[in-house]
């Protein structure tokens, strides 16, 4: 069965400062990979994915992807109070629903 | 952005007890989803459905049941509840399956006493 861990559990980064989230996933056969963002009370939101190796970038956020190590991260440049959240990475293979990761809790301190 | 409601917000019951999650989608999403999130595991999938009349067992479905009786809705059933199922529950659809975005329910909070 598929195992998604990230790392750390939680950090404080203070603003303008880059936040780097790991997740690691234990199937080379998996697929698709994504982040979601959830803030306190609210539902989980997807923020973005990547298919191949490599990296992508949207805006102040970067995804990497190493399919050979098992390991990808997100980082987000000049993060901000609102960035402030609990970070949960998905992993997706052929025919089955999206596992998730236990998640990082983010806090930016202004 | 699709729209995802899930029914009740808050609910509270004793052990033993029958309950009765929905969700309603309004996005003509073919694929549903129910997880549980708890403090330290993360989101857990209990089940899924690829569409009306389908189900399919995720990772942790011991004593919960699922109906989809419609494109639309799908049900989560807990027949006999135990305080191991208080927990935040989600449910969540899908254009694409696993290799799409999830669009996530505001949540039902359950407490079994």
């Known amino acids: 069965q598929q195992k998604v861990q990230q790392s750390p559990e939680s950090l404080i980064v203070p603003e303008g400062a880059m936040t780097s989230l790991n997740c690691t996933f234990s199937d080379s056969a998996s697929q698709y990979f994504a982040w979601y963002r959830q803030h306190s009370g609210k539902a989980p939101k997807a923020l973005m994915s990547i298919f191949s190796n490599g990296e992508k970038e949207e805006g102040r956020f970067t995804i990497h992807l190493n399919k050979a190590s098992l390991h990808f991260s997100l980082h987000i440049r000049d993060s901000q109070p609102s960035d402030s959240a609990l970070y949960l990475c998905?992993?997706?293979?052929?025919?089955?629903?999206?596992?998730f990761g236990t998640g990082t809790t983010v806090s930016v301190s202004p | 952005e699709a729209a995802v409601t899930q029914s009740p917000r808050n609910k509270v019951t004793v052990t033993g007890g029958n309950v009765t999650l929905s969700c309603r989608q309004t996005n003509s999403h073919n694929y549903m989803y129910w997880y549980r999130q708890d403090t330290g595991h993360g989101l857990r999938l209990i089940h899924y459905?690829?569409?009306?009349?389908?189900?399919q067992i995720g990772d942790v479905p011991d004593g919960y049941k699922a109906t989809r009786t419609t494109q639309e809705d799908f049900f989560l059933l807990l027949e006999l509840a135990s305080p191991s199922q208080t927990s935040l529950y989600f449910c969540a659809s899908s254009e694409t399956g696993e290799e799409g975005t999830l669009y996530f329910g505001a949540g039902t909070r359950l407490s079994v006493l």
């Open positions: 459905s690829y569409g009306a009349g389908n189900l």
């Open positions: 998905a992993v997706g293979q052929g025919g089955r629903a999206l596992i």
